[in-house]
């Protein structure tokens, strides 16, 4: 059974940095683009950010130079460091996983597998 579990998710302050980890079970991990998405209220899914095995990345405009994605294969482990976080990244945030498409599968529609999802506030 396949499991996919954020955490480190919380209120900061703009400008302030967090720290979202994920790790998954019950799958081959290092198989699997990883990546976080995120739902803000009223907005619809998007994706934010994705890794391939090889470390290629892809990044959603709005992130690109604040926010930082890695893997730890031999942990099963997936990283978000978020620095000069905005009231706009305010969000649930899903970690998830995606089997096909390689790093251009990094959209809701390829998805494969969810986490339950962790809440980043960012107060102004």
Known sequence: QVQ????GG??????GSLRLSCTASGLTFDAYV??????APGKEREAVS??????????????KGRFTISRDNA???????????????????YC?????????????DFV????????VTVSS
């Open 10 to 15: 919380g209120l900061v302050q703009a400008g």
């Open 75 to 93: 942990k099963n482990t997936l990283y978000l460091q978020m620095n000069d976080v905005k009231p706009e990244d305010t969000a649930m945030y």
């Open 34 to 39: 990883m990546g976080w998405f995120r739902q």
């Open 96 to 108: 998830v996983a995606i089997s096909r498409g390689g790093i251009y599968g990094c959209r809701t």
């Open 4 to 7: 996919v579990v954020e955490s």
């Open 112 to 119: 494969d597998y969810w986490g339950q999802g962790t809440q």
């Open 50 to 63: 994705c890794i391939n095995w090889s470390g290629s990345k892809y990044y959603e405009d709005s992130v």
